[in-house]
């Protein structure tokens, strides 16, 4: 079975500083896709990047980047420059190979920014 | 560009009422997922649907039913409602896997639903 492990509940971080959310995944399925979702406190679930399982460069969204290291089976987000409307909860993700495949979410990080 | 849209946005009903969500995917995406977050929990998946048929089942109650139309909106019926359905629940989409070669989902911004 599937399972993504966020280990920060919380983290603070100053404005304009870059940022790393920790996610690790277990899977023994090899072909696989990963995510990260930001939900702001109004709710909404926003997509923020992808990085396939077969994928040679980590994956980069403006200031997004995931920092995919498939041996160690960790994908973390790294937001570089932050900005006050980077809190948010922050979720990673993962889903299995399949069309119509359910995503597995961790626990998310809920990540504050200080001015 | 468009989005998931979602009706309604909130809801308040009493136990043992039933309520219908409905959701629209991005045009030409023909895949929806249901998922349920109750308070200050991760998302858990409920059913999806592919080309109208259902395609996976999580952890859906069985006092709970949807299905997909012709149009590909989808709609969740939630029967003999409880305290504990009170949660966010979000519908997602995602283009045909053999078209795009991936599966991202792209969240609605969901439906709160109380339940008194």
């Known amino acids: 079975a599937q399972k993504i492990t966020q280990t920060q509940p919380g983290m603070f971080v100053q404005e304009k500083e870059a940022v790393t959310l920790d996610c690790t995944y277990d899977?023994?399925?090899?072909?696989?896709?990963l995510f990260w979702y930001k939900q702001p406190s109004s709710g909404e679930m926003i997509f923020l990047i992808y990085?396939?399982?077969?994928?040679?460069q980590n994956a980069t969204e403006g200031r997004y980047s995931l920092n995919f290291q498939k041996a160690r089976k960790s994908a973390n987000l790294v937001i570089s420059a932050s900005q006050l409307g980077d809190s948010a909860m922050y979720f990673c993700?993962?889903?299995?190979?399949?069309?119509?495949?359910?995503?597995?979410f961790g626990s998310g990080t809920r990540l504050s920014i200080r001015p | 560009a468009a989005g998931v849209i979602q009706s309604p946005r909130h809801l308040i009903k009493e136990k043992r009422e039933t309520a219908t969500l409905k959701c629209y995917p991005i045009?030409?995406?023909?895949?929806v997922y249901w998922y349920q977050q109750g308070p200050g929990q991760d998302p858990q998946f409920l059913i999806s649907?592919?080309?109208?048929?259902?395609?996976d089942k999580g952890s859906i109650p069985d006092r709970f039913s949807a299905q997909q139309f012709s149009d590909y909106h989808s709609e969740l019926n939630m029967s003999s409602l409880e305290l504990g359905d009170s949660a966010l629940y979000f519908c997602?989409?995602?283009?045909?896997?053999?078209?795009?070669?991936?599966?991202?989902?792209?969240f609605g911004p969901g439906t709160r639903l109380t339940v008194l």
């Open positions: 997602a989409s995602s283009p045909s896997a053999q078209r795009e070669g991936r599966d991202t989902q792209y």
């Open positions: 899977t023994s399925d090899q072909s696989y896709g």
């Open positions: 990085q396939g399982s077969y994928d040679e």
């Open positions: 993700a993962m889903i299995p190979p399949g069309s119509a495949s359910k995503i597995i």
């Open positions: 045009p030409r995406h023909d895949t």
């Open positions: 649907f592919y080309e109208k048929m259902q395609s």
